[in-house]
Every structure is written in C-alpha cells, then in structure tokens.
C-alpha cells in the first residue's frame, strides 16, 4: 500500500488494549492498521513508533481560550497558544464555548467565536453554545435547533453567577432540557448552588485569604445542583452531562442516579483528580483558585474510582489561563479573584501519570476518558477518538518511559506558572499527529506558522 505515513512498530490503544499494530495513513485518515511487519512498504514518512504507545489525539471537551472578562480583556490564552499548549500536550480537538451576552443569539455567538479562532488554531476545535437569559430569547428551542444544524448540539447552562447573569432557574432548566430532548442535543451543567455561594461569599470575603474560596463553596454547594439537576433531567426525559465535578457526593449521586437507569453524564478535570487543598497553605495558594475549587485526597480518591467504574466519562483541562498578575491583583477579597488555570498541556501528561503509571485506571480507561467518551458523546465518534479506518488520522504517541519536569517557563501556555511546577510526569507526547500532520514533537510545535485546525461539524451526541 502507498501511504502518506506509516507509524511503524508502535502498540496501539484500540477496544481498550495496546496491540503492536502498524498504522497507514493517506489523505488525513486512517488507512488500514495492521500486525507488525518487517515489509518494506512505500510511504512518504515513516515514524518508528517502537517502545511507544499510539494514543487517539485526545479531545479536551471544555476548554476556554480567550476568554472575554470585560470590555477589551481576556484571559492570558489567546487561541493561537491554548492551541499550541494543547497540541504540544498531545490534544487534537478542543471544544470550547460561545460567549454571547445573557439572551443573546447562540447562533450568533458560535458565528462569531468560529471567526475569532479559525486560521489562528494548531488543532481542531468546536464550540458549545452557551444558553444563558433563556427568559429573555424569543423561541429558545428554534434558536438551539438551529445551533444543532450548524454542527453544535450541545449547550451549557448554568446553576450559579445569578450577578453575571449566567445563572439558569429551576424553570429554565426544565425548559431547555425538555427542548434538548427534542432535538436529541444534550445539557450541560455547570452546577453549583449560586444563591448560597453569593450567601457563603459575602460572609467570607476579605476574611480567611484564600481559605474563604473553599469556604464560600462547600462541596454540598455542587452536591445539591447536582443532585436537584438530575431530576430535572429525569423529569424531563432528557440526558444531562455535568462539567467540572471536584466532590465525591457528586460523583456518589451520578453512580446511583445511573444505577437507576438516569442518563447522567459526568465530567471531571486533572485538578479535581490531582490537587488538593493543601496547595492553598503556600503564599502563592490563590494561583490554584478555580470553581469550584480543588478539595481534599478522599475526593480525588473518590473521584478516580468514578473513572475507573466508568461514573465519571469525561476528564477534561476547563483550561482558563491566567498570568500571576492577573491574579495577584485579587486583593485577598475572592471576590475579585480570577478563577482557573492554564491545564491543555498537562492534560494528558497528568491523567497518565496519576492515573495510569499511579495504578488508579487502566490505559485503555484514560483513552475512554480522553478520547472515546468525549468522542461519543460530544457528537465526534464518526471522524475522531478512536483509532480505525476511515477515522481522522490524529495521534498522540507517548514513551511511557519518558518522563519531564514541569516548567511553566518551557511550556506554550502564554503565563508564568503551571499548576503542576517541579513534578515529574509522564505521559507528555513525543509526537502529535493532526489529520496525518505532525503538529508537535517533544513539546514544541514542528509548523509554528501553519495553522492547519479546522473547524468540527458535530452531529447528534451519543448518550452512553
Ligand atoms: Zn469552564
């Protein structure tokens, strides 16, 4: 066979196993994958893939590159390094959200966030549509339908920042999950008790440092959204899937709401699984501010058993770049706070390390979690996450021997710091392939100039 590439001697992760397969790649797709082979076969380029895993390119189902906070500021990532951070971390699709204002048009908010980021991305990437004022839109259901046809059939909602005027009403809720079962799009919730955490703030802000982030937002502040969220979803027929869940009780909730037959889908972030706490001690504790916030080792236990059980589907970054100024200028007064870290290019590094090589999940699991998950149930499985033929030609190969020391100043992501500073991990890509394209080597980008990411035309997410 005439090939564009051939990944020659590697073992690949297909039906949850790593096999010695050769992989042919022509036109951007998977050709054909094959046992090893000794035959001399044409090809342009040949990577030797002997000693390495062959992963599908991940996907990061929830990321925010430039993200707008206010008139003519963003955060640190622009899309140009999110994406390169991303690719450099072994991710070949990223799916972020619209950001048009509370009752604005959905349609035109993905409008204009696909013309922010086309030609300005090293890797693919998608959109959620964010739907937030849904009292406010005229025919909400026709305005997702018509989102859905545009290739984004999932929305996000959300259960708190009633003052941003994100927040979402039990009656909302209801609303939009009775429409996406209509339009078989899926709901997903960023679910936290608003009412109480705007309470908790006010009582602790400017008082505990950075201490009032977990106090103002007690793990039962997510439990309970959850929980109540779920039910709405049941009530109303339709799936729901839950973005950065950090509890336990909130992974305890979706096992048994599953149990009982509920389409709940669960989503949960490297700094949910490998943080805790007692990163909020040091002086710098308030560049580990997110929301909700990093919590204690029993919930990142509890948190790694759901993925293993397959509670939990989805790991994803909820990349959200800030530089050490920006969040310096905090004041100790959370209020004022940037919440989120840069995480694209850690994503994959840290779910091997401490997931696989830390015996907490299985290889085949975190490319569940990783790739085919995220594949199926953002609406993707027909071109990307898993590796077989006629599936888009993307690849995220690792030396499971290979390990990297965390420097945030070697890293693409446009800050000074990395969660992740000084660790050792494994499981950074030696190679990402992007539609058959080597898009990075060894942490750094092989075409800093050819921003070859296209745009994802998703079709109806698979409910699994
Ligand atoms: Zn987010």
Redesign the pocket.
Known sequence: MDADLVIRGGKAVINGKAVPRDIFVKGGRIAAIRPHSTNSRKASRIIDARGLLVLPGIIDA?A?FRLRLGPGKYTADDFTSGSAAAACGGVTTFID?TGQGPGESPLAGLKARIKEAAGRTYTDFSFHCMLTGWEKMKDPAAQMSKCVKSGVPTFKMFTAYGARGLMAGDAALFAALKAARGLGALICV?AENGPVIDLLTETYAGKEGIKALPLSRPPFTETEAVGRVAVLAASAGAPVYF??LSAAGSAAIIASARASGLKVLGETCPQYLALDESRFKGKDGYLYSCCPPIRTKDDNAALWSAVKKGQLHVVAT?N?TFTRAQKKAWGRDIRKLPM?MPGAQTLLAVAYTYGVKAGKISLGKLVEALCENPARIMGLSARKGFIRPGADADFALIDPNASVKVDARKLQHNTDFSPWQGQTLSGFPKYTILRGQIIAESGELTAPKSFTGQFQHRTKPQII
């Open positions: 929830h925010h959200y960023h973005v950065h909820d959200c989120g």
